[in-house]
């Protein structure tokens, strides 16, 4: 069974960083690529950045420079640092594994899993 479980989010100021982390089950890096997507209050969920073995890294432009998305096999986990935030990035943060990576990744018909979300909240 495929599963996706994040952690990490939290209330932060702007300016400031946050780590989330991934931990997946079920399958390998190798098997799908690995996203982290969002929601805003009253929006619509939209793809932030991607990795994949295929692929490598993939971010929207507005976190391209602020937000590094990295794996670590032997640990089964993704990870997406969050630096410099804004209000704007305020949100639930999700894990998906997706059927493609690079920007493909961050198109929610190639989502084939969801995490459960984790909420993230920049505010002074």
């Known amino acids: 069974e495929v599963q996706l479980v994040e952690s990490g989010g939290g209330l932060v100021q702007p300016g400031g960083s946050l780590r989330l982390s991934c931990a997946i089950s079920g399958f390998t890096f190798d098997d799908y690529a690995i996203g982290w997507y969002r929601q805003a209050p009253g929006k619509d969920r939209e793809g932030v950045s991607c990795i994949s073995s295929s692929d490598g890294t993939y971010y929207r432009d507005s976190v391209e420079g602020r937000f590094t998305i990295s794996n670590d096999n032997a640990k089964n986990t993704v990870y997406l640092q969050m630096n410099s935030l804004k209000p704007e990035d305020t949100g639930t943060y999700y894990c998906?594994?997706?059927?493609?990576?690079?920007?493909?990744?961050?198109?929610?018909?190639?989502?084939?899993?969801w995490g459960q979300g984790t909420r993230v909240t920049v505010s002074s």
């Open positions: 998906v594994a997706a059927h493609a990576g690079g920007w493909k990744c961050l198109l929610s018909t190639m989502v084939r899993s």
